[in-house]
C-alpha cells in the first residue's frame, strides 16, 4: 500500500487593527506560487514547533509585528501535490501597527472585511476568507 | 501587563467505519471532568509533537487503532481555566475495528452521525458535534 499523502499544519493570523480592519498582504513575485494574491500572514510551522509559537513567529517576520492572540478563526483544507494542508485561524490583536514586510511581500493593506470581495486571493483559500467575513456579518 | 492566557491545541479523530457510524467513547470515572460523557477520540498534543503524529498517538492509545486521515472535520474553540482550547478534528479511517480502551474510557459505541443527538457530551464540545452532523447532512 503506498504511504497516504502527509497531513500538514498551516496557521495565519486575521489581524484587526483599532478599525476593525484586518492586514492583508500582497505576495510578492519572489514566490514561486500565487505572485499579486493577498493574504493573511502566517505560514507552516517548523519541526517541532507549537501552532501558537508558530504563529507569532510568521506574523514577526512576515509583518514585523507582535501579536497578542484572541480566538478561532476557522479552519480549512486544500491539497497541495506533496500534503493535505489543514489551514488554522486565528484572530489576533497586533500590539503595534507599524508593518515592516518581507521579501515574500511586497504591499499591505488594512481592510474591512466587508470589502473583502476586492480582491484576490490564492485559489483554495480565498473562499474560506469570504466566508469567514459572512460569518461575521460582514458580507452577506 | 499580565501574560496572556495561552492558546493549546487538542485533536480529535472522527473515525467512520464502513457503515459509516463513528466512534464515540465513554469517559471513565478515572477523569477528573465529565465521566458519562461520550466523546471522539483524540486529547491534547504532547510538546514538540506534530498534530497528526499527536492523533495517531491519542487515538492508538484511547482505542486502540491504527488510523489513516482523510479530511478536516472542523475547529472549535473552548475556555478551560488556564488556556484557550482549539480543537481541530479531523476525519479518519480506522485501519482495523477492534476496539482497545484504555482506563480513561468504560465504554464505546459506533454510532450513525443522524443518532448524535442521543448521547450526553462534554459542555462546549457537543455542540459543535452536532453541527458537524448537521454539515454532513445527518441531522437538519
Redesign the interface.
Known sequence: MPS?T????TVKAVLFDAQNRCLLLRRSPANRHFAGCWEWPGGKLD??????TGLHREVREEAGLEI??T??A????FEMTSA?V?L?C?EARPLGTAVRLSEEHDDFAWVPLAELGRYQFSPGVGDFMLDYAKRKGAIS
Do not use: K, N
Open positions: 497516504p502527509p497531513f500538514t499544519l519541526p517541532g514547533e507549537d501552532f501558537a497578542e492572540l480566538a478561532l476557522g479552519a480549512t483544507q493535505h489543514i488554522l486565528l
